[in-house]
């Protein structure tokens, strides 16, 4: 069993290059909790037999593509301008995106804004902005450009050949001069964007379970609890909806006075629409009700 601890997204006054992918690996985690919570168990549903009323839910896919698309993402646009020759700065990489998803809902900048004639005093030039699950982000493009090509890495490498340490120099093989390359070496994107891949094979091979921490005040005070703050993070993180989906039953005790409303059967299961019957369940010792038939248990 792993753990796998995420602080979350990073919202700031200057959000810049790292806040980017830092934003990206959570959409990715986002989408794996709406596939594997709320996707899959209502599918489960339906196969179960279920009369069954479907929780709508966000499918983030649609910005998660809009970043990491291989052909048309933002990270390929940005590869894209660090690699080609000739004057390349962030404004041409701006321009590029603001052409590319100029109708794209989920992004904007000055200049989209401009053509679909809004008037948005917050959205200051040299950035973009994307409207993540969590809320929308603006980025200011200064330094995309130099922190993605990553140019300290072959440096970095060569240097630690050439300190003659064994461990050093497995680590670093391609510091070696005689295996010197002429490729440039992979942008810190492209790096970033296959360790997030890695990271989703792992993830969707096993059975994950949540713990999802709720931040109750911006000034990590005690005792302190803002309901409007709260609120918001139950909604974006999507617990609303998991919560709703989440009427599942641990066994089949059909021989206690639970009203017939509480219970639905499956082909295979039994579910439980409310948290209080189950909890009820849950607090009464062995063999006051139990049938001792083995049932399957839903989550």
């Known amino acids: 069993m792993g753990v796998l601890d995420i602080y979350g997204f990073e919202i700031f006054q200057d959000n810049g290059f790292e806040q ?13 909790f709406i596939l594997l919570t709320l996707k899959e168990e209502q599918e489960e549903y339906v196969r179960e037999g279920i009369q ?55 992004y904007e900048s000055k200049e989209t804004q401009s053509a679909r004639h809004i008037m948005d005093a917050s959205l200051p030039p040299r950035c973009f902005r994307i409207h993540h699950y969590a809320g929308k982000v603006t980025y200011n493009v200064t330094g995309f450009i130099e922190k993605n090509n990553d140019l300290l890495f072959r440096d ?10 064994a461990l050093l120099r497995s680590l670093f093989p391609e510091g070696d001069p005689q295996k010197a390359s002429l490729k440039l070496p992979p ?6 964007k296959a360790s997030v891949a890695t990271l989703m094979k792992n993830l969707y091979s096993k059975n994950p379970n949540y713990i ?23 909604r974006y993180l999507g617990l609303m909806e998991n919560v709703r989906v989440r009427d599942g039953a641990e066994q089949v005790l059909v021989e206690l006075p639970i009203p ?21 369940l849950e607090r009464r010792p062995p063999g006051s009700g139990a049938t001792g038939k083995r049932t399957s248990t839903s989550r």
Not at 20 to 32: A, G, H, T, V
Request: aromatic fraction near 10%; hydrophobic fraction near 40%; charged fraction near 20%.
């Open 52 to 106: 069954w009323t479907p929780v709508e839910f966000f499918d983030n896919s649609i910005i998660c593509n809009l970043i990491e698309n291989s052909t048309g993402g933002i990270l390929a646009m940005l590869d894209e301008e660090c690699l080609r020759p000739g004057t390349v700065n962030e404004d041409t990489f701006l321009a590029k995106l603001n052409q590319l998803f100029a109708t794209h809902k989920h």
């Open 156 to 165: 970095l490498s060569q240097a630690m050949w050439a300190a003659r340490h």
């Open 20 to 32: 980017f992918i830092i934003n990206y690996c959570n959409e990715k985690l986002q989408q794996i």
């Open 260 to 280: 017939t409303e509480e219970l639905a059967f499956g082909h295979t299961k039994v579910f439980i629409r409310s948290p209080r019957t189950l909890f009820d």
């Open 187 to 192: 942008t810190a994107g492209y790096q970033f």
């Open 212 to 234: 999802r921490c709720i931040k109750p005040n911006e000034t990590k005070a005690a005792m302190l609890f803002t309901p409007e703050l709260v609120l918001a993070q139950a």
